[in-house]
């Protein structure tokens, strides 16, 4: 009768044992396939981030570190006063952007922001002459996409607007062209005319800095 007892319990702990063995053995997959999707869940964005600083990606609003890298000028970022004597004008641009050329043909550049302005010689600017220009840029580049040109004032100043997209040329270093949308403001006083054009990547919102800037310019 003892021995029965003790094969029962026998075989009653090796069922236990084995119960035991199995639920842990269930435990230790499930740990394994919960790590492997948190893994593949972290990389997978790694491609549409990539893609992402592409003007014209589908993104979420930068945060403000994040929008020196997508172009994005941010809302803290310090102006200066830039002034052409030989030209004869004065404007703000972004601190810290690159300036190049001199006298009446100046261009502030920073990742796919411009500012290019160029002053010569002609009447007062109006919507016949805006177009004109843009057609210009169009016989040399047919990306170049214009809407109506409309006239606005600068402070107290006449002017034409006219807004025109274009592609950008290819980066030196990936040799990609990304599209751009172009604010172009033509202002004229005594005979000289100034256009400015605010070039910026599309999907970057910089509407509010550009306006500054555009509105910062005046003769002198």
Sequence with gaps: MEATVNKKTLIAAVSALLALGALVAGCGSSSSSTSTATTESAEAPAPA????GEAGGKEAV????ESLATGDIPDNQVFLL???????????YPEGWARTGNGNDVTFREKGNVIHIAVHKGPMPSEVTAIKGVEELHRSDPTVKPKAPEPIELNGQPAVKIEYSRQSSPDPVTGKSVPLVVDRYEIGKGGKVAVIDLATPVGVDNVDAYRMISESFKWR
Excluded at 62 to 65: F, K, Q, R, T, V
Excluded at 83 to 92: E, I, S
């Design 49 to 52: 981030e990539a893609g992402g």
């Design 62 to 65: 930068p945060s403000e570190a």
């Design 82 to 92: 830039f002034t052409d004597k030989p030209a004869g004008y004065a404007v703000r």
